[in-house]
Structure formats: structure tokens, C-alpha cells
């Protein structure tokens, strides 16, 4: 499978600072990233769709403007949660896509959010 | 109505049992059905992909689509311990781009 690495895997913060995590396909080239957002015993929902070189795509919900995504080349894409709440901890996943038809999607290891 | 429907579970069953696992739908336009497999604060696996009704075999794991009853099923052989982890479904209408995942089915398998 695709080789996908994410970090950090793990990472508290107090009340009001950003957070930054970072996505990186290792073995292809990333056109899209998708971000999702996991709370406890709940399923994975997508957040937002980032293309390389343009602006995110992000769904019903989910504020733009505290949930920062910037994938300016085709191995990366970030996810900046601006001025962190308590109600944002959660696990956040990305996965990457080629773009290709039919194209299995692999996900990264997951990053953990704790806000005190 | 959710788009896709799974049991949450827990399912605790002993080593060596058969699982099964499955999922409802109900958009006729999805067409592309995954398993993935998640352990604790890890991100999901893919276990099995399909896009048409019928089986698919890859060792002690069988995926079942039956798309006039928009039913998915995932059956696990001889279950194992190291099996223990959240199973997801996963749909999509458009090849594997945004995919719609059911809530996962928690299995606990004790020796």
C-alpha cells in the first residue's frame, strides 16, 4: 500500500494556541488530500478536499477559517486548527489521492488532539 | 436515514470463530465498497475493495456485496486475537474519492 506518513501522532495543547499537522505521501505524488476528523468511538468524517496550488473544499459544518489546510506541493498538505477549543479534540487522518480512476485510498497514521 | 448503516457492536467472540461484519445502504448510485480495519488511535487499513455484487477472497477474509439489497458483509475465518480492532465499511459512488464510512463495529476476539 500506499506509504503515508503523518505527524504529530500525538499533541495537547492549551486553550487558544494553533496546531499544525502535517501529511506527507512518501512513494507518490498527492493531488488531493483528504482530512478527516474522528471523535471517541465515532466514524471518520470528512472535513475538507485540498487540491495542490488551489483552495480546499470543505464540508457542511466545518468552519474554513479555524481549520486551516494548505497542500502547496504534491508530497504535502497541512491542517492548521487555529486558536484550539476543547471541542476540537479529536483524531484528524488524512489521506492522499492521485486522482487516478479507480485508485485504492490509504490513510495516514492519525494524529491525536488534545485541548486543555 | 444515514447513508450507511453498521452496528457498532461490541462483538466479542472466541478465537477461532467465524465474524461477520455488515453494513446497509441506502443510495443505489454507490458503487465502491471497502473494509478497512482500525486499531486504537491508528489510522484505518484497507482489508478488502470491491465495486461489484458477489465474493471476494483474500485469505481468512471474504467480502460480500449485494447490491439489490444494498448489503455489504465482511466474514472473518478462524478469527484471531490480533483481529481485535474497529472494522469500518466504506461507500463511494465515484471510484474511491470521498468516502462515506459507517459508524465501524468494534470486535473483540479472546483466546
Known sequence: GAVVSQHPSWVICKSGT???????SLDFQATTMFWYRQFPKQSLMLMATSNEGSKATYEQGVEKDKFLINHASLTLS?????SAHPEDSSFYICSPDRGLTNEKLFFGS???LSVL | Q????????PLSVPEGAIVSLNCTYSNSAFQYFMW???YSR???ELLMYTY???NKEDGRFTAQVDKSSKYISLFIRDSQPSDSATYLCAISSG?????????????AVHP
Open chain 1, 18 to 24: 494553533s496546531v499544525k499537522i502535517e501529511c506527507r
Open chain 1, 78 to 82: 497541512t491542517l492548521t486548527v487555529t
Open chain 1, 110 to 112: 492519525g494524529t491525536q
Open chain 2, 2 to 9: 444515514k447513508e450507511v448503516e453498521q452496528d457498532p457492536g
Open chain 2, 36 to 38: 478497512y480495519r482500525q
Open chain 2, 42 to 44: 491508528k489510522g484505518p
Open chain 2, 52 to 54: 461489484s455484487s458477489g
Open chain 2, 95 to 107: 471510484g474511491y474519492n470521498k468516502l462515506i464510512f459507517g459508524a465501524g463495529t468494534r470486535l
